[in-house]
């Protein structure tokens, strides 16, 4: 059994546009359950008149991304009749994937064990722009580097050279995990990792003992990237979001992640944070000159 763990808030949508997708899943050996952060746009009540089969918990608009999925793998766990064979598939609402997705992710994840399998992420308004295909870190330079970009973004690119990539980490968007690994190692960090960088957390944890992280590249999902991107941000914005564990530049969960997971710690972490700083001035300029 595979159970489909998505966290949701006031896009109602996004919702229904991928729990039409998991329905129409040629693999139906699967449950989903929604995580329903408090909701006030009535995603509760389109899910129990459209889609019946779906389990929902609920919320209280604090839970953020990763005591969301928390909730979801906990009551998963619970629900198991073999957590030695089941396994946790984390999606966003904002997603979309074809009626083969999951069939041609479990093919993989269930011949390859112990792994995590991940997927490639395009763009839904154009289908070879390649967003995430995984990356690889180097963890004394803090240089990270996206596979997505080693085939110049293009989806085409990546399909006629590789079947599949090895990546030192994977995000929690289509990530296949093995419950045994959360009846073994623990959930997600929610302390230290609210809503970003849990999912990366989690999947070095794996890898460093002794999963294989991949991405299938036939297993890809389709992104509303217009949802989660903000193109244009202030300087005030950047800084602000230092100390706002709702931003990607969060230090705390930075500084952590660096000293749990790498060799040189508060080097990295510094190196880290100067890399953020040169990268969004860079981007700063780019669009500046446009």
Known sequence: ????????????????????????????????????DGSTDGTTELIKEEFPEVTVLHGDGNLWWTKAINMGVSYAIKQSTDTSTDAILTLNDDLLIKPDYIEKLASFFMQNQPCLVGSPVVDVKNHNYLEYAGTTCNYY??????????????????????????????????????????????????????????????????????????????????????????????????????????????????????????????????LDLSRMIFGFVKNKNETATL
């Not at 546009?17 to 995580?35: F, M, P, S, T």
């Not at 990530?175 to 190692?185: A, G, K, N, R, V």
């Not at 800084?239 to 790498?262: C, D, Q, W």
């Open 141 to 270: 330079s803090a240089k990270w580097k996206s596979n997505a970009k080693i085939f110049h973004n293009n989806y085409d690119e990546l399909k006629s050279k590789s079947s599949l990539l090895p990546s030192d980490d994977l995000s929690g968007r289509g990530t296949l995990i093995p419950m045994s690994f959360f009846c073994q190692q623990g959930l997600y960090d929610e302390r230290n990792f609210p809503h970003y960088m849990a999912d990366i957390e989690l999947s070095v944890r794996a890898r460093k003992s002794g999963y294989n992280l991949f991405v299938v590249t036939d297993s890809l999902v389709y992104n509303y990237m217009d949802a989660t991107r903000n193109k244009r941000q202030s300087w005030d914005v950047f800084i602000k979001g230092f100390v706002s564990f709702k931003s990607p530049n969060y230090l705390r969960s930075r500084y952590i992640f660096a000293v749990r997971h790498t060799p040189l710690r508060q080097v990295f972490f510094l």
């Open 1 to 36: 059994m595979i159970y489909v763990i998505i966290p949701v808030h006031n896009r109602k949508h996004y919702t229904r546009e991928c729990l039409r997708c998991l329905h129409e899943q040629v693999y139906k050996d699967i449950r989903v359950i929604v995580v329903d």
